[in-house]
């Protein structure tokens, strides 16, 4: 595939050497894992869509949130499911690349958005009286935007950074790309590496920080009021419990890929890596539906109607 001067078209990716014997069952429970994650996503975005009423920011963002669940999952799943079927697992340099950056900028995103729910909340409880003037139509569509802008704009720089490299290897140990281990096959050490990684932590770093500060305010506003209290327990707990399952997974897959050790059994090295990509897209949707009474009134009334319509039918 290389020598010291020829191109590199192809990696190879490690982690399916050993699953000849229940290659069939990691298909099917992979692919059942896949149709959730897209049933319970889905049906969050449909229901905020096709009912107007929840069609204020909260809604608006866990909407964003879901669709960027389902981006991010669709860079990983599909490839994972044709490689559990295949004899040879290999990626294509531009796919690497590709599914590297679909990865990276949809973790970012889930900050961004997470970030802008934050807001969201502090401004309608602890400044309710600004909400709407603040939180108008315009200004949620350019919040929106930028949650998704950067993302894509930081992760396409750092892409563009190590596509730029120069390589020496074509072993990837992990069941799928990202920019950390693309680099690691450098046949030199970079500059950019360092500082453009480091900035993009240091950005996001200040998402978490700016969510540790808005909830600071909230936790002090609503101690002095019990309505308060009740709004904080039914939307922010839910988006808390987000945040902290989002940011724990990519903390623990951040650490792993940094200083796993390699004396780890390979199914769980396997899981290691696909945890970031399972529980987020799952319990975030999940979480919300159940937590929030407008989001879990409309699906069951949704269910219930086409319950009714098949028994009339049939």
């Not at 992979?30 to 229901?47: A, E, K, P, Q, S």
């Not at 994972?80 to 990276?104: E, K, W």
């Amino acid at each position: 595939i290389m020598d010291n001067v020829s191109v590199i078209t192809v990696f190879t990716l490690a982690g399916l050497s050993d699953i000849a014997n229940y290659r069939v069952t990691l298909f099917v429970l992979t692919l059942l894992c896949y149709c959730v994650i897209w049933l319970v996503n889905l049906t969050i975005i449909v229901t905020v869509i096709v009912d107007k009423k929840l069609h204020e920011p909260m809604y608006i963002f866990l909407c964003n949130l879901c669709v960027n669940g389902l981006y991010g999952t669709a860079a990983f799943y599909p490839k994972f499911l044709y490689d559990l079927l295949s004899t040879t697992h290999v990626i294509s340099y531009a796919g690497c690349l590709l599914q590297g950056f679909a990865l990276h900028s949809s973790i970012c995103a889930d900050f961004s958005l997470l970030a802008l729910m934050a807001y969201d909340r502090y401004v309608a409880i602890c400044r309710p009286l600004v909400y709407h003037s603040l939180m108008t139509k315009q200004k949620v569509c350019i919040f929106v935007f930028f949650a998704w802008f950067f993302p894509i704009y930081l992760m396409l720089l750092s892409t563009i950074t190590t596509a730029v490299l120069r390589l020496c290897g074509t072993h990837i140990p992990r069941i799928y790309c990202i920019n950390w281990l693309i680099n690691n096959l450098a046949c030199s050490a970079s500059a950019a590496r360092i500082v453009i990684p480091a900035f993009n932590y240091t950005f996001y770093i200040g998402h978490i920080l700016f969510v540790f500060w808005t909830y600071v305010h909230l936790v002090k506003t609503c101690q002095s009021s019990k309505e308060n209290w009740n709004k904080f327990m039914q939307t922010c707990v839910p988006h808390l419990f987000s945040l902290i399952v989002v940011a724990v997974s990519f903390l623990f897959d951040m650490l792993y890929v940094r200083f796993g050790s390699k004396e780890f059994p390979q199914n769980v090295e396997n899981f290691m890596a696909m945890e970031i990509l399972l529980i987020p897209p799952i319990i975030n949707p999940v979480m919300y539906g159940f937590k929030l009474t407008k989001i879990r009134n409309r699906v069951l009334n949704f269910i219930c109607g086409i319950s009714s319509t098949l028994r009339l039918k049939l």
